[in-house]
């Protein structure tokens, strides 16, 4: 609207927390690479005196939101300051000085915090960025040339705006990577489906990819219903797995349905808004298996 440009389906938005399937399977990819052992290994083992408690929780836990570490987003310092960029150590001094939140394993709270713990991992896993292990081992691969990770100086972005009763009214600014593993993802619906299609084949993904779907069992043996940065549910009886993504001008999801080869994802720059993507999404599946 302030530049008055034309959406389509080649322009590019911040995904927001949908980009946390791509940190999974990043962290997949390591494994079958070698350089990570195993999912259930503590982070303490490649993270040595990183983060408190690191010996007692794995890095299965940190991607399924199972943790108890402290939540980002809710740290007073880290939310005033999210438009100014930060290195993920700068970052993780602002909330892990804080309690705890629970036991690893005990209880599901979502856990931005731990996904830029991940992103540290795949970073001293693999000696590279985290913007360029997944440039190179998902993007690349999947010929995604419209997705990329942290700042929006790039052609045909979007701007983000939030919507009140009558006014849409420019989101501020923030700085991407302050978003890192979790969050910082620019994406398009294009490039989505060409990842989606990726989920359904395999194609172009390491061989343990379907593990990204394993829905985490807590502590108690009671299943969390999400995975390794999905999460799982059904429609009309018919499973399938999804992610959520939202914050200031952003507000997208990723639906796939495995069994019926079918997927859905709805990216929007509008966030809070007057209809959310979820409502579309389901308009769509409406749709979509009423006729099947």
């Known amino acids: 609207m302030e530049e008055s440009q034309i959406l389509n389906q080649s322009t590019k938005m911040g995904i927001a927390s949908m980009s946390k399937q791509f940190t999974g399977m990043a962290i997949l990819s390591l494994i079958e690479e070698g350089?990570?052992?195993?999912?259930?290994?503590?982070?303490?083992?490649?993270?040595?005196?990183?983060?408190?408690?690191?010996?007692?929780?794995?890095i299965r836990q940190l991607l399924s939101h199972v943790?108890?570490?402290?939540?980002?987003?809710?740290?007073?310092?880290?939310?005033?300051?999210?438009?100014?960029?930060?290195?993920?150590?700068?970052?993780?001094?602002?909330?892990?000085i804080e309690n705890m939140r629970h036991n690893p394993g005990e209880k599901y709270q979502y856990c931005n915090t731990?996904?830029?713990?991940?992103?540290?991992?795949?970073?001293?896993?693999?000696?590279?960025?985290?913007?360029?292990y997944l440039k190179r081992h998902i993007f690349e691969p999947l010929r995604m040339t419209n997705t990329y990770c942290g700042n929006t100086n790039h052609e045909n972005i979007a701007?983000?705006?939030?919507?009140?009763?009558?006014?849409?009214?420019?989101?501020?600014?923030?700085?991407?990577?302050?978003?890192?593993?979790?969050?910082?993802?620019?994406?398009?619906?294009?490039?989505?489906?060409?990842?989606?299609?990726?989920?359904?084949?395999?194609?172009?993904?390491?061989?343990?990819?379907?593990?990204?779907?394993?829905?985490?069992?807590?502590?108690?043996g009671e299943s969390t219903g999400y995975g390794l940065g999905i999460g799982h549910n059904t429609y009309n009886d018919i499973e399938y797995y999804y992610h959520p993504g939202m914050g200031?001008?952003?507000?997208?999801?990723?639906?796939?349905?495995?069994?019926?080869?079918?997927?859905?994802?709805?990216?929007?720059?509008?966030?809070?808004?007057?209809?959310t993507t979820n409502e579309i999404a389901f308009k769509i599946c409406e749709i979509i298996f009423s006729n099947n």
């Open 35 to 58: 350089y990570i052992k195993n999912i259930d290994d503590a982070i303490e083992d490649y993270l040595p005196k990183y983060i408190p408690n690191g010996e007692n929780i794995s």
């Open 248 to 275: 200031a001008g952003m507000n997208s999801i990723n639906m796939i349905f495995t069994t019926e080869n079918i997927s859905i994802c709805v990216i929007r720059n509008i966030f809070p808004s007057r209809q």
């Open 159 to 220: 701007m983000r705006y939030i919507a009140d009763s009558s006014n849409y009214i420019l989101a501020e600014e923030i700085c991407f990577s302050n978003l890192i593993g979790g969050g910082n993802i620019i994406s398009n619906v294009c490039d989505m489906a060409k990842w989606n299609n990726a989920l359904l084949t395999g194609n172009n993904l390491p061989t343990n990819y379907k593990d990204l779907f394993i829905s985490t069992k807590l502590n108690s």
């Open 114 to 132: 731990a996904y830029i713990i991940l992103a540290k991992l795949i970073e001293k896993t693999s000696g590279i960025s985290y913007e360029e």
């Open 67 to 96: 943790s108890g570490l402290p939540e980002i987003t809710q740290n007073d310092n880290f939310m005033s300051t999210i438009n100014q960029e930060k290195s993920i150590d700068q970052i993780l001094d602002l909330i892990l």
